[in-house]
């Protein structure tokens, strides 16, 4: 499993963007990126994952460059309630989801 | 739909006593997972089930913790006994098929409390 490194934490006001990156200098070529937001006393929540490139849902965008070495998640006009630990994570689709979580990145938004 | 859901939200013991954790995976999940995160820590893959079969338990401490799924559906963790190093919230994750591992969906999980 390839190690993560990312900011341990982030701050912005509502209606910003946020862009969170993760460095992942040992991604193998079967691997995906994932990331997961949580909430205090909730489990983790999957937002987004991509391979390369650029990957775009309702929620987020993942931004992917070419050697693949470090990825961005984008939050867009943030609110107060996207105030959460966003964990960057990378491992092989067949590795059957065994996940290694790091610190994870806590986003705190203000008015 | 129902999400993953975790009995109980809240468990405190005392140190020596066994106490067994619950998780219902969202139905027709075939995919299992336990993790855990004790004070301070990152959250840790405990193990993986396949429907009933253990398809990975790397993460599983020691043999004081037992998982099992009888049927495939509902899951147990059962530590026994229970040791002051393992306080911590225990959260269960599901997941529908190997193509979509990377999609699980989390428990709200239980926190234990070893005293």
Same mark, same amino acid.
């Given at each position: 499993?390839?190690?993560?490194? !990312?900011?341990?934490?982030?701050?912005? $006001?509502?209606?910003?963007?946020?862009n969170?990156?993760?460095?992942?200098?040992?991604?193998?070529?079967?691997?995906?990126?994932?990331?997961?937001?949580?909430?205090?006393?909730? @489990?983790p /929540?999957?937002?987004?994952? @991509?391979?390369?490139?650029?990957?775009?849902?309702?929620?987020?965008?993942?931004?992917?460059?070419?050697?693949?070495?470090?990825?961005?998640?984008?939050l867009? /006009?943030?609110?107060?309630?996207?105030?959460?630990? $966003? $964990?960057?994570?990378?491992?092989?689709?067949?590795?059957?989801?065994?996940? !290694?979580?790091?610190?994870?990145? !806590?986003?705190?938004?203000?008015? | 739909?129902?999400?993953?859901?975790?009995?109980?939200? =809240?468990?405190?013991?005392?140190?020596?006593q066994?106490?067994?954790l619950?998780?219902?995976?969202?139905?027709? =999940?075939?995919?299992? +997972?336990?993790?855990?995160?004790?004070m301070?820590?990152?959250?840790?893959?405990?193990? =993986?089930?396949?429907?009933?079969?253990?398809?990975?338990?790397?993460?599983m401490?020691?043999?004081?913790?037992?998982?099992?799924?009888t049927?495939?559906t +509902?899951?147990t963790?059962?530590?026994?006994?229970?040791?002051?190093?393992?306080?911590?919230v225990y959260?269960?994750?599901?997941?529908q098929?190997?193509?979509?591992? +990377?999609?699980?969906y989390?428990?709200?999980?239980?926190?234990?409390?070893?005293?």
């Amino acid at each position: 499993l390839a190690k993560t490194t !990312q900011p341990i934490s982030m701050d912005s $006001y509502e209606g910003q963007e946020v862009n969170i990156t993760c460095s992942h200098n040992n991604i193998a070529t079967n691997d995906y990126i994932t990331w997961y937001q949580q909430f205090p006393s909730q @489990g983790p /929540r999957f937002i987004i994952q @991509g391979y390369k490139t650029k990957v775009t849902n309702e929620v987020a965008s993942l931004f992917i460059p070419a050697d693949r070495k470090s990825s961005t998640l984008s939050l867009p /006009r943030v609110s107060l309630s996207d105030t959460a630990v $966003y $964990y960057c994570l990378v491992g092989q689709t067949d590795s059957w989801g065994k996940f !290694q979580f790091g610190a994870g990145t !806590q986003v705190v938004v203000t008015p | 739909e129902a999400g993953v859901t975790q009995f109980p939200s =809240h468990s405190v013991i005392e140190k020596g006593q066994t106490v067994t954790l619950r998780c219902d995976p969202i139905s027709g =999940h075939d995919n299992l +997972y336990w993790y855990r995160r004790v004070m301070g820590k990152e959250i840790k893959f405990l193990l =993986h089930f396949v429907k009933e079969s253990k398809q990975d338990e790397s993460g599983m401490p020691n043999n004081r913790f037992l998982a099992e799924r009888t049927g495939g559906t +509902y899951s147990t963790l059962k530590v026994q006994p229970a040791e002051l190093e393992d306080s911590g919230v225990y959260f269960c994750a599901s997941s529908q098929d190997p193509k979509t591992a +990377y999609e699980q969906y989390f428990g709200p999980g239980t926190r234990l409390t070893v005293t």
